[in-house]
């Protein structure tokens, strides 16, 4: 068939020819079957109609109506590409509501024919001429698709096609219908009595009113059945190959069908049989006499008596209302081109308003931003006025020309400085651009709310940046009043605090190794450090973990002092791993510790032993805290969902607060006794008021995974880690309800998603470890990194650093009111690190 089609395309000299760029079926445009549900038809058959279109636009290179499917206008044809709104033919005639209008009818057969006789002048017979095959736009413009039901009974491998159809069909059908379909397929095989009754269709529904509904409408799927047996001309029942005859006999049908309506499925059975006898209902010889007097010459029975399709076109009954078809299409393009006009000017309009309110943003925020630099230019000349008055005083006061030579010395060498520290600074302002710009607008838009809500708790604001979601221009510039009505010191207030948190970000470049710690069983595989911690004056650091050993070291002495092997000036030894270590904060020589086994030590430093233990966890505990505001209270959390608390001059504790997860994680508040937060495996912290500790004052919500480590930042303030790759700062002096649920920063730049890493905050900066053998350092002002450092593992032969990426950072712990920090990994190395 393919060689035909082509010798046929080679055959037409016309300027009518077939655009080959339509025919290519490579991007078909497909129907989506939403498009194509029927009235009364169920969920099955609506899915079969619409398989049916979709395989018919999709077709074969071999068939006429995929190449019309795709045909550009040519000449009058009117046919175009299918569009999604697009109904279909055999919807719009089976429409029990349809009012017959002669002009809307006579239009849609007028194109019908016309692509008829555009296949005819190009040697195809169209075989499908039928309503399943056609879909109708909105303004009744007629497209030409291929059916997947068709029945050609002039070609074989169009038999074998339709069987192959048939067979998919099949599928979808009862077994009751697969053999009446399978006569259906092929009209040879069909007779004209070979009808479903209306009995067989089946009524689905959740109530009487749908079935009802349902039997007043046509069955679609037996509709589409039967519809290939209507158009079968008396030749093709007969066995006889289709020809051009045929599709002028289906033209026949098809205008019997858009002149006369049916109410029920029935009558239209009915109709249907009495029309394959040229027998017509009475009404319509009364309503349409002149469309009766048509269609039975275009039904005549001999094919040779039939009408050829250019004189359908050429007969009176085209030619009459041909005038006010033109002026009716010309109505329909008109129609059309005001559509489209309207289309793209309600999009036009769209666009402008949406551009129009993004330029108003960007006006207001560009606004603030001006009204931000001129608070700054202001403090800076304030500044500066300052610093002249300063130097007037020192010249005046200046001894000699030797003096002013030292004092521009000075000046020149820190003119030097600032230089460096500006072109530093610039490269780490570019690189962390975007999310600077973010803490600006929220730190701005938090002052904005504070000074129109007041806080619901008398807790001085925290004084730094606190919003780590990075806002769009909209979402903040919407949220700021103009610069003027807020007050100067409401406005100096968070710029300084923007400005601390930048200053105290940019304010270091590296991470330094100031020592390293060297023991003497560093090779023991079993010594990873669990804990670590200064003493109250920063003089001593303890370490602790799986090696059941609390060792004490001087900072001094490991800092200043050359050392092949660092001893402890303490070393004391627990019955099971040790998981957590705490100083107080009062009594100096005084730990806590919590082992595997449950059990909590009171250790006395300077004897070096044990001075209480306290015993009533029944499974592991994870951590141990001292309070800063009474020294006697311990607090620890534990794998049997408890915290506990303990006086240390009693054996048994003092009070328990029961949980539904595993407790990983406890901290005191450092100004009060009163208050306690702790993380959970589910997810979850609490912070509750030991004075009333059936519930808790609040539940944090916002981690995904276990909460490993607490760390109150200030009075309010709390900062949570979690094995979910992130840390988050919560502000609990503006809950308002007992639930928390979004944090006012998220960090991120570290790897955390198995293990204790540690946690440590000091003077607003946190430092954390990471899996990646990483201590890597945040200000709480900015949500990633200011400074990481990478631990190297040295190969004790070649001392070369090697990778291991089985290693991570177990512990860290700043020392107090210092930039420096101590840090152990997995493989029990210790360093300390200092901010430079």
Not at 303 to 332: C, G, M, T, Y
Not at 472 to 489: D, R, V, W
Not at 623 to 639: E, H, K, Q
């Amino acid at each position: 068939m393919e060689n035909s089609s082509e010798s046929n395309w080679q055959r037409s000299g016309s300027s009518r020819g077939l655009n080959s760029s339509a025919v290519s079926s490579r991007h078909p445009r497909r129907i989506p079957a939403s498009n194509f549900r029927f009235s009364g038809d169920t969920d099955q058959d609506s899915g079969i109609i619409a398989g049916r279109i979709e395989k018919a636009v999709l077709g074969h290179s071999n068939r006429v109506g995929t190449q019309f499917g795709y045909f550009k206008e040519d000449y009058g044809a009117v046919v175009r590409p299918v569009e999604s709104k697009d109904v279909s033919l055999r919807q719009w005639l089976d429409n029990t509501e349809r009012v017959v209008n002669a002009l809307d009818c006579l239009h849609i057969f007028m194109q019908i024919v016309e692509i008829v006789n555009l296949a005819h002048s190009q040697g195809f017979v169209v075989q499908n001429a039928r309503p399943s095959c056609f879909v109708l736009s909105s303004f009744n413009r007629v497209s030409f698709i291929e059916s997947a039901s068709c029945s050609d009974s002039g070609s074989d491998s169009c038999d074998d096609e339709s069987n192959n159809q048939t067979a998919e069909f099949a599928g979808l059908v009862s077994p009751s219908d697969q053999s009446q379909l399978e006569m259906n397929s092929n009209p040879r095989k069909s007779s004209e009595n070979n009808w479903l009754q209306s009995g067989s269709v089946n009524l689905e529904g959740s109530n009487v009113e749908q079935a009802e509904e349902k039997k007043n409408t046509f069955p679609m799927k037996q509709i589409l059945q039967m519809e290939s047996n209507w158009y079968t001309s008396p030749e093709e029942a007969a066995g006889v190959p289709s020809s051009c005859a045929c599709d002028v006999y289906r033209l026949g049908v098809l205008l019997f069908e858009l002149y006369c309506t049916s109410s029920s499925a029935e009558e239209k059975n009915a109709t249907m049989s009495s029309l394959r006898n040229r027998v017509f209902p009475p009404q319509f010889l009364l309503k349409w006499p002149k469309e009766a007097v048509f269609c039975l010459c275009l039904l005549h029975p001999e094919p040779a008596s039939r009408p050829k399709i250019h004189e359908v076109l050429q007969s009176e009954f085209l030619s009459e209302p041909r005038d006010n078809l033109i002026e009716r299409e010309a109505v329909i393009d008109l129609k059309e081109k005001i559509k489209e006009q309207e289309l793209l000017l309600e999009f036009l309009l769209m666009l402008q308003q949406r551009k129009q309110e993004t330029a108003d943003i960007l006006r207001r925020t560009v606004s603030f931003i001006s009204s931000d630099i001129q608070e700054v230019t202001k403090l800076q000349t304030s500044i500066h006025g300052k610093q002249a008055l300063n130097s007037n005083y020192d010249d005046s006061a200046s001894l000699g020309s030797r003096k002013r030579i030292r004092n521009a010395q000075i000046s020149n060498s820190l003119e030097t400085d600032n230089q460096e520290n500006a072109i530093f600074t610039n490269s780490r302002l570019m690189k962390n651009f975007k999310k600077l710009e973010s803490a600006y607008f929220s730190t701005r838009r938090r002052a904005f709310k504070t000074s129109v809500k007041p806080l619901t708790k008398n807790a001085p604001m925290n004084s730094v940046g606190k919003g780590s979601i990075v806002l769009t221009e909209k979402s903040s510039a919407n949220s700021f009043q103009p610069i003027n009505q807020l007050s100067e010191g409401k406005q100096s207030g968070w710029l300084n605090s923007f400005l601390d948190g930048l200053s105290k970000y940019l304010s270091f470049k590296n991470l330094e190794v100031k020592a390293s710690l060297k023991q003497g069983d560093l090779l023991n595989s079993s010594n990873l450090v669990c804990s670590l911690g200064f003493d109250r004056d920063g003089e001593f650091f303890a370490t602790a973990g799986v090696n059941k050993r609390i060792k004490v070291f001087e900072y001094d002495s490991i800092l200043n002092e050359n050392r092949d092997i660092h001893y402890p000036v303490v070393e004391m030894s627990s019955r099971s791993k040790l998981s957590s270590i705490c100083w107080n904060n009062y009594i100096k020589g005084q730990i806590a510790s919590s082992n595997f086994e449950g059990v909590v030590q009171i250790w006395d430093v300077t004897r070096n032993q044990v001075y209480r233990e306290l015993k009533e966890h029944e499974r592991r505990v994870w951590s141990v805290d001292f309070s800063w505001s009474n020294p006697t209270l311990v607090a620890s959390g534990s794998d049997d969902c408890s915290v506990k608390l303990w006086n240390i001059n009693q054996g048994t504790s003092v009070g328990t607060i029961k949980t539904k997860a595993n407790v990983c994680c406890v901290q005191f508040p450092s100004d009060s006794g009163n208050t306690l937060a702790f993380g959970s495996a589910d997810h979850r912290i609490y912070y509750y008021d030991l004075r009333n500790p059936r519930v808790p004052l609040s539940t944090l919500i916002g981690h995904n995974k276990t909460v490993s480590y607490v760390k109150f930042v200030d009075s309010t303030t709390l900062l949570s880690s979690s094995t979910d790759n992130t840390l988050k700062l919560w502000d609990l002096s503006e809950s308002t309800s007992q639930v928390i649920d979004g944090p006012i920063q998220t960090f991120t730049g570290h790897m955390n998603v198995k293990n204790f890493v540690g946690l440590s905050v000091c003077d607003g900066y946190i430092a954390t470890g990471s899996e990646t053998n990483e201590v890597v350092v945040y200000h709480k002002a900015f949500p990633m990194p200011a400074l990481s450092y990478k631990f190297n593992t040295t190969d004790p032969i070649s001392g070369d650093d090697v990778g291991d990426s089985d290693q991570f950072i177990s512990s860290v712990c700043w020392r107090i009111q210092s930039s420096t920090l101590v840090a152990a990994n997995s493989m029990g190395n210790i360093k300390l690190l200092e901010m430079v």
